[in-house]
Every structure is written in C-alpha cells, then in structure tokens.
C-alpha cells in the first residue's frame, strides 16, 4: 500500500477529518490522497504561520483535533509559533512536517532543519526512522496528542518515505485504564473545606473547558454558593449570566474582583495553573485554604502553596467533590451578592468608556455594541493585543466552546486563523473574530483564505492606527511621546484590503452601526467590518485596577 494513502487512512480513522496547511513539493502526494477521498478535508492557508492557528481554533472550538501538513525548513519553523501557542494552552493538534531524507541529513540539504529544533514547542517530537513504522508512529502520536494534558505532537516523515509503496508495520494497540483515580481522602479534605467556609470562591481555568466540566463546575459553585472567576483561558466555562459569575481574570483584572479573592476563606482553583499572567506574578494574598485540582503536577506549589493539591482530571474531581458535599451541611454563603457586587463595580467603573457613542469609539463601547448584534451562540476568536483585555472583560459568553484567546503565549495575528479552524469544526454556529488592525496584518493573508473556501465568518477590526497597547506604555514608563508607534501619517484602510481580496466589507462609526452590521453579517458570507476606534483610549491593564 502506498504509504500516502495509508497516513490519510490513519488520519481518517483516528476521526480527524481536517487537515490545515500549504501544500509545498514534498507534500503533493498526501494532497493527492487527500484529493481522492470525501471524508477528509483540507484547508488551504496562505502562511505557514497560520497552519497551526487554524488546528488550534478548530480543536479549542470542537473539543476535536486537527492535522497541519507543512514541508521542511520554512514551513515547520512558520508553524512553530502556533504549536507552541497550544503547547501552553494544552490544545491537541497532529502537526506532520515532511522531512528531509535520511540520507540527506547532514549534508544542508534544501529546507534542511535538524529535527530536534522543534523539541521545546510540542508534548512530544517524533522522527519516523524507516517508512514501515509510518503508521505505527502517527498512530502514537495522536494517542499521545489526545492523552491528557493534551497538546501538539510533531510527527516528522522523510520526504521519500511518503511515496513508498510498501509493507506497513501493523501498529500495536494502545490500550488505556480509563479509570480516574481521584484521592478519596483529598476528596473528603476539599469539599470539609467548602463546606466549612462562608466566603468560599472558585476559579476556573482552561482545563475545565479541557475535561468539558462545565456542569460539574456550576453544581460544586451551586452547592456551597460560591461566586466563580474563570481565569483568561476558562473564558466561558462558567455562564457569564449566571448570578454566581464574578468576572475574568486576567492581565486587567480589576480591584473589586482580586478583593473578592483576596477576602475569601477558601478558593477552589481548578483546571488552572496558577500562572504568572492572572495572578500578576503571584500577587494575590490567597487563603490558607488552597484547594488546587490541576493535571499538572509540576504547577503544583508554584506561586502559592495549596492545602489540598489534587492531581486529577477536572470533571471527575469535580463529580466527586459534588457527591461528597451532597451528604453534608454547608454553612452558607452570600455568594450571589458577593459575585454581583463585583459585576456592579465594574460595570460602573467602565460605564464612561461603555457610554462613548460618537467615532472614534472606545473598544469597550465597540465590543458591547457587537455582543448586541451577534446571535448569543456566536463563536468569537479574540486576538491577542489590547482588544483582548477589552473583549475578556466586556463580551459575555455562555458556552465553554463559544470563545477562544490565546493563554501565556499570547501572540498576536491569531485571530483570523483561529477564526477560519472555528467555523471548520462549527459549521452551524455563526464564527466572528476580534481583532486589532496591529493584530490583523499579522494574518491579513488569511482574509483570502476565508474568501477562497467560502467560509461564513465576520471579522470585526478595531482601527485606531497604532500599536495603542505598546505606544500607551512608552509614553507613560519611556517618555517616549504619544502615539509613538502608531502610523497615522499612513493610515490603513481594511475596508480597501478586504475588498481587494473579495470580501464583503463595512464601516460602522457608531455603536447602532456596530450592533446593526453583526446582526446582518450573520449567515451573510465572509464580512469585514472596520470599526475606528480612539488611539488614547485607556488601556484594560492599567484602567481596572486603578
């Protein structure tokens, strides 16, 4: 059997039905394989970069996995930032690079790279050493993608093993225990814990949305009536209208939210890693009672000593800790007054910024306006930048798979890709993107690339000719003078570029515009919709936690 034919049969009977990528000479024959059959899809982008931000937005947005094809040298390493972007995020992705011969290696043969350059950027990097284990070794791969903590595996085939017809290895089966063996005793430890508290709060992570806990999430918080705060990756995994949800954490978290932290005689922190960004460096005056639920092992204890730290999967932790709080008394909370109190301030202290309805307008006004006219299920892929801050704290979501922004990596240009892998796996569901005009002409090839496979998506760009988020910091820490990255003097139209690449492009001035165009953007093709927005207007980071 052709060796091709075969890695497209692994992939399709493994479930993944997509592959992201730009086809290059050492991978046609895959393309090939790909072209004859209707159960697998391929993607075209226009920049390797993208490759994997598009795997990455399907597998956040599904809860499935992706495959990215790229060749070696250029390709691989311009997928690089996106498998280490899900790296962080633990986000499965099957990234196959064809790879320079064996027999070639060594000799700075074209596109040449040492395969172990990519060490560092996925959960695992795997060379396929002769083309009978090619199978053998995706099949591996993806068992260990899809194993939590889940993330990218890079999977490395010889560009002359791809052709080869020969006799495949039979791949071993991979069996697993799926049995989760949460600690009973720390069980018992965390819900004597909640029980006991009268000002309990939980925060929730990215590995909620990871174990799709979301409901056992809303029991536990139910139980003992405690508000819950999602950290800037568990976005959605608690419903933002929900009378217990307290706010986001992240790089603008506001006062109000971190004393409510702060006042609390036990947190609850599952699914999250504790990292540097939420918690500004480990800032928080966190309870002595810690309760810290993560698959992580190694981020237990760093930043904050837990009082219990349990290594397990968030959904059976959570079931568990429900069950056990069912046959106790919890002495109450007032958790809803708690968590609205919190909603109540920051809504006030944003309310200027909200109320600007005369271009240019503030992002805040800007993201209202959208949340008002897109459909309550959209799917929204924010960029990184300073309309993420913005988006995080003022775009409501209900749905843990109904939002999606980068984690640590936070690098910029990954909204439109994320965007496109949305509405691949979401067909259905109406897909919008967030995004700066900074942001966008990091991935401004990916408007054909939407164009091109006919894809439904509306790209909402905040334009205010500037790297605002970089110029606000050089002026007020560098004394380096306003807007002193911005372009002004060569301003950008969007409307202009997306028309060139054939999208159907507005410009909305005011927040009835704003709210009007996403309403009508919605099953409407591709749509860019430009949005001018103030250069000086507060940034998130320093304006919440005033």
């Known amino acids: 059997m052709k060796n091709n034919d075969a890695i497209i049969d692994c992939l399709t009977s493994n479930g993944i039905d997509t592959v992201f990528g730009i086809p290059g000479k050492q991978t046609l024959p895959l393309n090939e394989s790909i072209s004859e059959r209707e159960d697998i899809r391929f993607v075209m982008a226009r920049h390797e970069t993208n490759v994997s931000h598009q795997a990455w937005g ?47 290696r060594g000799g700075d043969g074209i596109h040449e790279t040492p395969p172990d350059t990519y060490d560092n950027v996925v959960k695992e990097n795997i060379t396929v050493e002769t083309p009978e284990s090619t199978v053998a070794e995706l099949e591996r791969a993806i068992d260990i993608a899809r194993t939590a903590p889940k993330g990218p595996v890079r999977v490395g085939i010889p560009k002359n093993f791809v052709p ?62 405690a508000p819950v705060a999602t950290t800037y990756k568990g976005k959605g995994t608690f419903p933002e209208d929900h009378p217990l949800f307290a706010g986001v954490l992240c790089g603008a978290t506001s006062t109000e939210l971190k004393r409510c932290l702060e006042d609390a005689d036990a947190v609850l922190g599952v699914g999250t890693d504790f990292d540097a960004v939420w918690t500004k460096r480990w800032s928080y005056d966190l309870p002595e009672e810690l309760i810290h639920v993560t698959l992580g092992t190694s981020d237990i204890g760093r930043g904050y000593e837990p009082s219990v730290a349990i290594a397990a999967d968030a959904r059976e932790t959570l079931s568990a800790i429900d069950a056990e709080l069912a046959d106790r008394s ?75 922004n980068p984690g640590s990596w936070a690098s910029m240009g990954l909204g439109v890709p ?8 979401n067909p259905d569901q109406p897909v919008a993107v967030v995004i700066g005009e900074g942001g966008l002409l990091m991935c401004l090839e990916e408007l054909h690339t939407i164009v091109a496979e006919g894809l439904d998506v509306t790209v909402f760009v905040f334009n205010n000719d500037d790297y605002a988020i970089i110029s606000e910091e050089a002026s ?9 990255y911005g372009w002004s003097d060569a301003p950008l139209n969007c409307s202009t570029i997306a028309e060139g690449m054939g999208m159907r492009a507005v410009r909305a001035e005011t927040p009835e515009e704003i709210a009007a165009a996403a309403a ?19 940034q998130g980071g320093e304006f919440m936690s005033r």
């Open 520 to 538: 009508d953007a919605v099953d409407n093709g591709p749509t860019l919709v430009e949005i001018p927005t103030d250069p000086d207007e507060p």
């Open 330 to 404: 919890v002495d109450g909370s007032d958790g809803e007054s708690r968590a609205a109190a919190v909603r109540e301030a920051e809504a006030e202290r944003m309310r200027p910024l909200r109320d600007v309805s005369e271009a240019p307008l503030t992002t805040v006004s800007a993201v209202s306006a959208i949340r008002e006219g897109l459909p309550r299920d959209a799917i929204v892929a924010a960029d990184a930048g300073g309309s993420r801050i913005w988006t995080l704290m003022t775009f409501p979501v209900y749905d843990s798979r109904d939002y999606v």
């Open 164 to 225: 080869m017809d020969i006799e495949l290895a039979e791949p071993a089966a991979i069996e697993h225990d799926d049995t989760v063996e949460v600690p009973r005793e720390k069980v018992v430890r965390a819900s004597d814990a909640l029980a006991d508290a009268t000002s309990p709060v939980v925060i929730a992570g990215g590995g909620v949305r990871a174990a799709d806990a979301s409901a056992e999430l809303r029991a536990v918080a139910e139980a003992v009536q």
């Open 418 to 425: 994320a965007g496109i892998g949305a509405k691949v796996a």
């Open 476 to 484: 007020r820490s560098y004394d380096l003078g306003d807007g002193a």
């Open 58 to 104: 399907f597998a956040e947005t599904s809860g499935g996995m992706a495959a990215t094809v790229v060749i070696p040298g250029p390709g691989d390493l311009n997928a690089m930032n996106g498998l280490k972007n899900a790296l962080n995020d633990c986000t499965p992705i099957l990234h196959i690079a064809v790879e320079t011969e064996p027999e070639v």
